[in-house]
């Protein structure tokens, strides 16, 4: 069954005020499942999240306030820094992208027959500066996708920020 937007709001508002996927479902005549797929297959994440935060502050409740003010500080260092490496590494491959389209516009104007040395000289250097410009990315990017790295498995840190440059990186 497809619910018009005025169902669909209407659906939300009772899942929000907690109303079951069931009794929903039963006054509408569909299965629960279609009322499970369509409105609450986030809520698992959202509860997730929710239970994250509350285990977070209730640990940050039990220490002092010197420690709960040093946690937060340093949880805000952090937010910073990986926001600074994953703008850093975009940087590094959106110019491994552009000098590399300036060396491929130089090596179309070679001739076959008439080498131009001076010509291969700047690509070579473009390639050389690209790559080094790239690398802080590259090596973000596989360190995430290593097996047993930090960003394996629960923590998705690396790979958070490896994704906001892969992206870019790919061209």
Not at 69 to 90: F, T
Not at 110 to 136: H, R
Request: aromatic fraction near 4%; glycine fraction near 8%; hydrophobic fraction near 40%.
């Amino acid at each position: 069954m497809r619910f018009n937007e005025k169902q669909k709001k209407i659906i939300r508002e009772r899942l929000k005020s907690g109303e079951s996927a069931a009794e929903i479902a039963r006054d509408y005549g569909v299965p629960r499942s279609t009322i499970w797929r369509g409105f609450c297959k986030d809520k698992q994440e959202v509860k997730a999240l929710a239970q994250q935060i509350v285990a977070t502050e209730t640990q940050l409740n039990a220490t002092t306030q010197q420690v709960r003010l040093e946690a937060i500080d340093l949880a805000s260092e952090m937010l910073a820094m990986s926001n600074n490496v994953a703008i850093g590494a975009k940087h590094g491959s959106v110019t491994y992208q552009r000098l590399m389209s300036a060396g491929s516009v130089i090596s179309e104007r070679i001739n076959a027959e008439d080498v131009d040395e001076e010509a291969l000289v700047q690509i070579a250097k473009l390639s050389e500066v690209a790559n080094k410009a790239a690398d802080g990315a590259f090596k973000l990017m596989a360190k995430a996708d290593k097996p047993g790295s930090q960003a394996d498995g629960k923590d998705e840190f690396l790979k958070q920020i490896a994704g906001k440059t892969i992206g870019v990186s790919n061209g």
